[in-house]
T-cell receptor, first 114, second 114 residues
Framework: NAGVTQTPKFQVLKTGQSMTLQCAQD?????MSWYRQDPGMGLRLIHY???????DQGEVPNGYNVSRSTTEDFPLRLLSAAPSQTSVYFC?????????????FGEGSWLTVV | AQSVTQLGSHVSVSEGALVLLRCNYS??????LFWYVQYPNQGLQLLLK??????LVKGINGFEAEFKKSETSFHLTKPSAHMSDAAEYFC????????????FGQGTELSVKP
């Protein structure tokens, strides 16, 4: 049972570098999303997608880019890393955007920007 | 705007004691409510959810929550705490007209004393 798989689990970046956090799900879910988790702030939505080819911004999209070319994959790109992007990132998926659907989370990616 | 408030960022109980984690929400439309648990360095796992129907919802690991519309609350309880319950707990609401995103509370860290 793979579920939602994120890579890498840990990454250290230098300010200004770019990188991509990979996310894949094997549940044929239409809805995928990225959250970041910071102490005392819960989880905040970065970007989401309701299906292949469709993406939209969440609460904190600045500095991040996403694309959804397939149902399975939803990579998150950091364009020019900043120390403020040091955080734990979670990819999540759900059968659809219907509010009663459960959202399933990956194990997280710990990112440090120095 | 929809929001979720968890009262108490840290809760400490003795093993065998009642666990009560408080969650209040604000929403102008019927909400769908979730509780997630996060163990150290792991992703979020669904404990239980309320969509429609019975207002007392039972979840995994002996947890349950009651949806009280008049109080806009969805408190999480467990009759008898176990050491393995030590974790961070997040209450969240999912709104159908917000792109299917989850809005999280700030989280409550539960400690269990022997």
């Amino acid at each position: 049972n793979a579920g939602v798989t994120q890579t890498p689990k840990f990454q250290v970046l230098k300010t200004g570098q770019s990188m991509t956090l990979q996310c894949a799900q094997d549940m044929n879910h239409e809805y995928m999303s990225w959250y970041r988790q910071d102490p005392g702030m819960g989880l905040r939505l970065i970007h989401y997608s309701v299906g292949a080819g469709i993406t939209d911004q969440g609460e904190v999209p600045n500095g991040y880019n996403v694309s959804r070319s397939t149902t399975e994959d939803f990579p998150l790109r950091l364009l020019s890393a900043a120390p403020s992007q040091t955080s734990v990132y979670f990819c999540a998926s759900s059968p659809g955007a219907f509010s009663g659907n459960t959202i399933y989370f990956g194990e997280g990616s710990w990112l440090t920007v120095v | 705007a929809q929001s979720v408030t968890q009262l108490g960022s840290h809760v400490s109980v003795s093993e065998g004691a009642l666990v009560l984690l408080r969650c209040n929400y604000s929403s102008s439309v019927p909400p769908y409510l979730f509780w997630y648990v996060q163990y150290p360095n792991q992703g979020l796992q669904l404990l239980l959810k309320y969509t429609t129907g019975a207002t007392l919802v039972k979840g995994i690991n002996g947890f349950e929550a009651e949806f009280k519309k008049s109080e806009t609350s969805f408190h999480l309880t467990k009759p008898s705490a176990h050491m393995s319950d030590a974790a961070e707990y997040f209450c969240a609401v999912r709104i159908y007209n917000q792109g299917g995103k989850l809005i999280f509370g700030q989280g409550t860290e539960l400690s269990v004393k022997p």
